[in-house]
C-alpha cells in the first residue's frame, strides 16, 4: 500500500452487491471507477462541502477527464470493501485524486487508481474555483487534521 501519511486520507466503507459482480462471482472492473466517485463525493463532504451545492450554487463542475485504474485482487460479493481516497495535486482548474480500494478484513490491496478533473462551468467551458472551495482543497493537501469546517 502507498499511503503517503502527509495527505489527508478519506475513508468509505462499502459492501460489494451481487449487482456489481460478473458470472465468476468477481467485481466487474468498471465499478471500481463507481467506488472512486463515491469516495471523492465523500471526501467532498469530509473537507466541508456538498459537490451538489457547489453544481447548484456555482454552476461549477468537477469534470472527470481522466482516470487510472490498477487492479492487483479480486473482490467478490459481499465482500467488505473500503475505498481511501485523497487529493494528489490542485491547480487553479484541475484536481487529481488518488484512491486505493482495499478488503479492510485482510488488508489486501484490491486496487489503486487516481482521476484527473477540470474544473466546469455549466457549458462545459474551464473555470477557475473560487477562493471557499480553493481553500478548502488546498488544506487537504496540507499535512495534519481534516478540516473542522
Request: net charge negative; with cysteine; proline share 4%.
Given at each position: ?11 468509505t466503507t462499502l459492501r460489494v452487491r451481487y ?127 481534516p478540516s473542522t469546517r
Open positions: 500500500m502507498n499511503t503517503d501519511p502527509q495527505r489527508f486520507w478519506t475513508e449487482v456489481e459482480t460478473d458470472q465468476m462471482g468477481v467485481v466487474y472492473h468498471s465499478n471500481f471507477l463507481v467506488w472512486f466517485e463515491i469516495g471523492r463525493t465523500d471526501f467532498c463532504r469530509q473537507r466541508g462541502f456538498v459537490y451538489r451545492e457547489m453544481e447548484d450554487e456555482e454552476g461549477l463542475y468537477i469534470m472527470v477527464a481522466e482516470a487510472r485504474c490498477r487492479y492487483k485482487a479480486p473482490a467478490r460479493y459481499d465482500d467488505e470493501i473500503l475505498v481511501r481516497t485523497c487529493l494528489k495535486e490542485f491547480r487553479r482548474r484541475v484536481l487529481v485524486f488518488q484512491y486505493e480500494v482495499l478488503r479492510p478484513l485482510t488488508d489486501d490491496l484490491l486496487a489503486q487508481g487516481e482521476t484527473v478533473h477540470v474544473i466546469t462551468d455549466r457549458d462545459g467551458r474551464p473555470r477557475s474555483l473560487p477562493d471557499k472551495y480553493r481553500e478548502l482543497f488546498l488544506a487537504a493537501l496540507k499535512a495534519g487534521e
